[in-house]
């Protein structure tokens, strides 16, 4: 018998996704493993030369390898997380952890770059690999590779833990949310709910063998029973439990609350070691921003601006909901229901109804024809092995050349994390003489298509897929052929959102709008009548939407700065930001830091204030094509060399300047987000 190629051991080209099985998983990271030790074990001996072509180069390479490699079973575990993957996932993570961990902090090699930037030879180098080189000694430092010995062990012993604490936080949080189920036997009491959700609970219920209608706590599921349905016994339990996942409720099965104190307390413990008064200060050391003072002084002034008209908006809906509902008290489990009534009631028209304008392919094919106008390129769907039938795969071309690929898997489904997110699949670099191009992967969670129509985005939806999108031109369109600058990599945290929410200013565009819809039904393109409302809903409760993003952005700074995991309690200290930040408080039982994967399990911790940060960035770029026409595709053109291409081979700031012409200022982002009146609407 022959055993099966293992489909990771093949990165010539694109990875052979449908023939990958979790016992693949083991072998390949040893293989990767193996090859990239074996480079660090060349790059840093001792009669291997300081210089770019002996040392950065091939070590470059076995890391993209590994990091490819790595980084696919990674997302397939996101993807289509089944019991054999995640074993396979858990049982490599350590080993992966590990061997990047002591790349980083290879004393060796660490002396080998120093060496580099000492020699004579490195002002010859290309300012791009100057950068790159002194970018490496910077997180070198970060990593602990400067301190004594037994300082850079905990160092490194930390960096396990805190990977292992946050798999495990979201392995909680998606176990806790899984299950849950409510199972309705009594169509009367949906009453309220959409038809099309309704199917959607149906086939729920019909996929798991039970009768009737079943409701998750996954997003496409749990969000249109909060809008839609009138009975507020549902709303309540479904509020209840999605606000208490992965705590200590239900026997504490998935509770969260040890880890999140675990990762506290270790992060705190390794900021201090490398020198740094707290975390938030670590975090800062590679970002934009330039300390944790300035970030709170920026989400505080955000807050005095946007809080009165956060508190009119909480007003008006409360005043709704006690005229017209007859709630005389709005509970949490309310207030999106009463919002929709209320939206539904000052303009008319629901997110059921625009939903049915957003057919996927017409999104998709609108979508594509305002990028390829603005940056140059066509789009058009290609052949690949896929690890799901539902998956889609494109390839983007520039002057009938093929410049990069990507793959779309754009509905929920069960084993599949929740949200929306795109990764880098390749990075784009020359390897052996010969252009890489680079490969994306899109992920969104929409609902997928029923009874054999196209599926339907909600306008949320529709921003949603722009935001990602706009990640993906980031990492596909680069213009960078050095991978360590190349699209998204090394781009600073608080500005690698510019280009995601930049693009999400053109799904309210009316010209953009037209071009991506076409009714389930009749095929009509979005009325002028029913835009126009959209666009006077647009910033619809925009000041309570904006103080729950600075409630989140503070609790985290004020979690990594002034918090002693010690002896404080979040809680409390997420109690304290509510009363200076917040205008809705959520009942007692409400575990919101349990379920803040953001910070406690991505790449967000003492970052999530770069949400809104950033979209001071982007609000500005998207302001210089409202002035030029939005279509313009000079400044497309513009906005693609001086900040798409350049990836990280200059500071996010330099590419913002030499784009605008001027420093950031923040009135775009008030104006756009209707904190303050728009005086540039006719
Ligand atoms: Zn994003």
């Not at 490496?136 to 396990?160: C, H, M, W, Y």
């Not at 609902?447 to 949320?460: F, R, S």
């Not at 009316?510 to 009714?519: G, N």
């Not at 094509?625 to 081979?649: A, V, W």
Request: net charge negative; with cysteine.
């Amino acid at each position: 018998m022959t055993e099966s190629k293992n489909p990771l051991l093949d990165l010539s080209d694109l990875i052979d996704y449908a023939a990958v099985k979790p016992e693949h998983v083991a072998e390949a990271v040893r293989f990767w493993r193996e090859r990239l030790e074996a480079a660090l074990a060349r790059a840093t001996a001792a009669e291997t030369p300081a210089t770019w072509e002996a040392v950065v180069e091939p070590l470059e390479n076995a890391v993209l390898d590994f990091s490819r490699a790595w980084g696919a079973v990674g997302h397939l575990q996101s993807v289509v997380d089944t019991p054999a993957l995640r074993d396979a996932y858990n049982a490599a993570l350590p080993v992966v952890t590990d061997c990047f961990i002591r790349l980083s902090q290879d004393e060796a090699l660490f002396a080998k770059y120093r060496a580099i930037e000492a020699s004579p030879d490195f002002k010859s180098l290309s300012a791009v690999r100057q950068r790159i080189v002194k970018r490496e000694i910077r997180d070198f430092v970060l990593s602990g590779a400067a301190l004594p010995e037994a300082k850079r062990e905990r160092v490194k012993a930390i960096g396990q833990a805190l990977s292992q604490a946050s798999q495990k936080f979201s392995e909680n949080l998606l176990d806790a949310t899984n299950a849950f189920e409510l199972v309705v036997t009594d169509k009367a009491k949906l009453a309220g709910i959409p038809e099309e959700t309704l199917a959607l609970y149906e086939a729920s219920a019909k996929a798991a063998g039970k009768e009737g209608w079943r409701i998750t706590l996954q997003f496409p599921s749990y969000l249109p029973a909060m809008k839609y349905c009138n009975d507020r016994g549902i709303r309540e339990a479904l509020y209840r439990a999605f606000s208490t996942r992965a705590a200590e409720f239900d026997g504490g099965r998935f509770d969260n609350t040890p880890l999140m104190t675990e990762i506290l307390k270790l992060r705190r413990e390794e900021a201090s070691l490398l020198g740094f008064p707290n975390f938030a200060a670590l975090s800062l050391a590679t970002k934009m921003a330039v300390s944790p003072e300035a970030v709170l002084e920026f989400l505080r002034d955000l807050a005095k601006r946007s809080k009165p008209k956060a508190e009119a908006d909480v007003r008006e809906v409360n005043e709704f909901a006690r005229s017209e509902l007859g709630l005389d008290k709005v509970e949490p489990w309310d207030r999106p229901y009463a919002s929709e009534k209320l939206r539904e009631s000052r303009f008319s028209y629901s997110d059921a109804e625009v939903k049915r304008y957003f057919t996927e392919p017409t999104v998709f094919a609108g979508l594509f024809k305002l990028v390829e106008t603005l940056f140059g390129i066509e789009i058009v769907p290609a052949e690949a092995s896929l690890w799901h039938p539902d998956v889609k795969f494109f390839e983007v071309r520039r002057d009938g050349q093929k410049i990069a690929n990507f793959y779309a898997d754009l509905y929920a489904r069960e084993g599949k994390r929740s949200g929306a997110w795109m990764d880098g699949e390749r990075t784009r670099t020359i390897r052996d003489g010969r252009l890489v191009t680079p490969v994306a992967y899109l992920v969104c969670n929409f609902a997928a298509p029923v009874n054999g129509k196209p599926a339907t985005l909600t306008h949320d939806e529709v921003t949603t897929l722009f935001h990602e999108f706009g990640h993906t031109l980031h990492h596909l369109l680069t213009a960078q052929t050095e991978a360590g600058v190349s699209g998204i990599n090394g781009v600073e945290w608080d500005a690698v959102e510019t280009p995601s929410q930049f693009l999400e200013n053109f799904a309210w565009d009316r010209d953009v709008v037209k071009s991506i819809s076409c009714h389930v039904e009749t095929g009509e393109t979005l009325p002028d009548e029913l835009f126009d409302k959209m666009l006077a809903a647009k910033n619809f409760l925009a000041g309570a939407a904006c103080v729950r993003q600075v409630e989140f952005a503070l609790f985290d700074m004020l979690l990594h700065t002034t918090f002693d995991p010690e002896k404080d309690v979040v809680r409390a200290l997420l109690a304290d930001v509510r009363r200076e930040v917040a205008v809705v408080f959520p009942p007692d039982y409400d575990r919101f830091p349990q379920s803040f994967a953001h910070i406690f399990a991505g790449g967000y911790a003492a970052g999530y204030y770069s949400y809104k940060w950033s979209e001071v960035l982007s609000c500005d770029c998207f302001e210089a094509f409202e002035e030029t026409g939005i279509r313009n595709p000079e400044t497309g053109r513009r906005f693609l060399t001086e900040i798409l291409e350049r990836g990280s081979s200059r500071d996010a700031m330099e590419n913002f300047v030499a784009f605008r012409g001027r420093k950031p200022r923040i009135d775009a982002l008030l104006r756009l987000t209707g904190i303050v009146s728009d005086e540039k609407e006719a």
